[in-house]
């Protein structure tokens, strides 16, 4: 072969190798190497609903540490980006658009609350970034179904029927009000119990409202003494709702009060101490402490090979988040785009260790399921009747 021949020939595979190249990167997903994959998250990570964002990160890091430590899935890393928005909307606002436009991630995920999902849905939706595992029952994010958005808890309509079934069926109450947080998410939890008394022919007695980060619950305390309810249904973060039943039972108010799941279960009852006890809350997780499932099981040795952090539901929830997350890369394949992610989610129908998850296109909600518990000496007593 002559050396003209020889260097036709260099240019023309050269010229294959660049096109290939160039091909490959146009096709390549944004946050995704062959390497890496770029997960991220903005949450209360500081101000008074910090222990729900720091113990999801927690359960979800514990997780992925243990996937990465094994090779990754398809041979990519996980790398969790993740943001502190005190659970404040503005500031998830600008911390989501960091995520999709400087750090390009490939997934948002583990997001805490409603106010905050609420904000960042129209930037998530136009994006069209996969939008997985918000810590809110909130029913925004389930009807319609929205594309990108994939929940792994019950809803906050699922807990409020299932605590206003509970307390006509097994105690006979019939005058219900509630102590909510003056926003979204307030509103998404009265909207559930108004919801469900209709279904019982029942009116709310009496609501009580705080303003979201704070602990100025006196108005709303006084809101409820007056209309005297049989059981007040809280919707709250901990340290308010923990201030109210203080500040309720010693003032001699004493209806029978509830919460549900998102209160942050094991820190309420940290703030509350022994005005804790005899308090209901729903849970959407199966209890931490129950070695007997195999996801539980694994998800307490995980913790304790992360840091020996503490157990309860919200890291529970975050380690079962960060299971979903990665069993949808998995089932994705190799070749790994939005499209394929979103795809596997919609087709998923897994045993997680004894969780069932399941998702269609018609319903991006993975678990339906509710665990009632009752505090009783400081620790969340599962319970069957009320």
């Known amino acids: 072969m002559g050396a003209s021949v020889r260097a036709t020939a260099?240019?023309?595979?050269?010229?294959?190798?660049?096109?290939t190249t160039a091909t490959f990167a146009a096709r390549a997903e944004t946050g995704v190497t062959a390497t890496e994959v770029l997960v991220g998250m903005s949450n209360a990570q500081?101000?008074?609903?910090?222990?729900?964002?720091?113990?999801?990160?927690?359960g979800a890091q514990a997780y992925f540490a243990k996937v990465n430590a094994a090779g990754g899935v398809h041979g990519r890393r996980i790398k969790l980006v993740s943001y502190d928005d005190g659970y404040e909307p503005d500031r998830a606002v600008a911390m989501?658009?960091?995520?999709?436009?400087?750090?390009?991630?490939?997934?948002?995920f583990g997001y805490v609350g409603t106010p905050t999902s609420s904000a960042v849905l129209p930037l998530v939706s136009?994006?069209?970034?996969?939008?997985?595992?918000?810590?809110t029952g909130a029913e925004l994010l389930r009807t319609p179904v929205n594309r990108v958005v994939f929940n792994v808890r019950a809803s906050y309509f699922d807990e409020t029927e299932a605590m206003v079934e509970r307390l006509t069926r097994?105690?006979?109450?019939?005058?219900?009000?509630?102590?909510?947080?003056?926003?979204a998410y307030g509103n998404a939890g009265k909207a559930g119990v108004m919801r469900a008394l209709v279904k019982n022919n029942l009116t709310l007695v009496g609501e009580g409202k705080y303003k979201r980060n704070t602990t100025e619950i006196d108005s709303a305390l006084a809101a409820l003494k007056q209309a005297a309810p049989e059981a007040v249904v809280m919707v709250g973060t901990y340290k308010a709702c923990a201030a109210f039943v203080k500040q309720a039972r010693a003032a001699g108010f004493r209806p029978r009060f509830l919460n549900v799941s998102f209160v942050g279960t094991s820190d309420f009852i940290k703030e509350a101490g022994a005005d804790a006890e005899g308090v209901y809350i729903t849970q959407v997780m199966p209890s931490p402490d129950d070695a007997a499932l195999p996801l539980v099981k694994?998800?307490?040795?995980?913790?304790k090979a992360a840091d020996g952090a503490e157990t309860d539901y919200t890291s529970l929830e975050g380690y079962l988040d960060a299971v979903v997350l990665v069993e949808a890369l998995r089932k994705a394949g190799p070749g790994l785009t939005r499209a394929s992610f979103i795809g596997a989610l919609e087709g998923m129908q897994a045993d997680l260790g004894g969780v069932k998850v399941e998702y269609s296109p018609r319903s991006h909600q993975g678990l339906k399921g509710i665990f009632h518990t009752v505090v009783r000496g400081g620790r969340p007593v599962p319970v069957q009747k009320y």
Request: charged share 25%.
């Open 10 to 19: 260099s240019r023309l595979f050269l010229s294959l190798i660049l096109a």
């Open 46 to 58: 500081s101000g008074p609903a910090s222990a729900l964002g720091t113990k999801l990160k927690a």
């Open 96 to 108: 989501t658009g960091k995520l999709i436009d400087e750090d390009k991630v490939f997934t948002l």
């Open 126 to 135: 136009k994006a069209g970034i996969p939008y997985v595992a918000p810590f």
């Open 170 to 183: 097994d105690l006979g109450v019939r005058k219900i009000g509630v102590f909510i947080q003056d926003d």
């Open 298 to 303: 694994q998800y307490q040795a995980d913790m």
